[in-house]
């Protein structure tokens, strides 16, 4: 006998699904953008778009939308979307932010608010929201930041008590994304300083009670270009996305530096 499928089955139904719209947004933001393209533009133009938006959209998506559906040619890196890469640091209206990491109700806006996108001060801007990382990375590697012990290897890892890693747990919390060295005064007028970035690195391992080589990452930062050059203003402090307390770590790498070296 023939086999028939039951009326209710999946195989016997044939009206097509209805598709599901998408809620309303509850409001609409005209977002700023300061935008240059060093091919076109002589020096950085403002533009707007009218984006809709919900109160727990992040920033990130509001230069989503204007991407994938207003202009394809704008910039700007991101990458996991999830506040551990850094990648999406900029200014977001005034203030050194990660666009993945603040809300918009975050940030106050109300239905016909404006916010404001602008690339990261202090730095070369590539395009659009992008700057060039080069000299950022180039201090970072300055201050040599990673681990070096000059003993034999173990034969399992190198061990730390609790204690003595609460030394240097929030300064292992750095992202690199660049939000405290570029909204620093000193860096601004001075493109050689090492900057908060690069200095809490050296705190992190001249502090890492497992490394050999504090004392030659001491010369390094206590220079012109270092330690020195903070007057403990404590914008790195407010930029932080991760809320490390970058001040008071520099100002105990600076007693570091005067109990050790002089």
Known sequence: SEITAPASSTA?????????????????LTVKIKRYDPEKD?????????????PMDRALDLLHHIKWHLDGSLSFRKSCAHGICGSDAMKINGEN????????????????????????????????????QTRFFDKYRAVMPWLIHDGPTPEKERTQSP?????IEDATKCIMCGACTHSCPSTWADPDYLGPAAMLKAYRYVFDTRDTEAEERLKIVDSKDGLWKCYTIFNC????PKGIDITRWLSALKRKSVTTRY
């Not at 809300?103 to 070369?124: C, M, Q, R, W, Y």
């Not at 204690?163 to 030394?167: D, G, K, M, N, W």
């Open 163 to 167: 204690e003595q890693h609460a030394v």
């Open 42 to 54: 002589a020096r950085p133009r403002w533009e707007e778009f009218r984006v809709p938006a919900d």
């Open 97 to 132: 932010q990660l666009a993945c990491s603040v809300l918009v109700h975050n940030l106050g806006l109300k239905d016909g608010d404006t916010i404001t996108f602008e690339a990261l001060p202090a730095a070369p801007i590539v395009k659009d929201l992008v700057v060039d």
């Open 12 to 28: 016997a139904q044939k009206a097509p699904r209805a598709e599901k719209k998408a809620p309303a947004a509850e409001m609409t």
């Open 237 to 240: 402090v407010q930029a932080c």
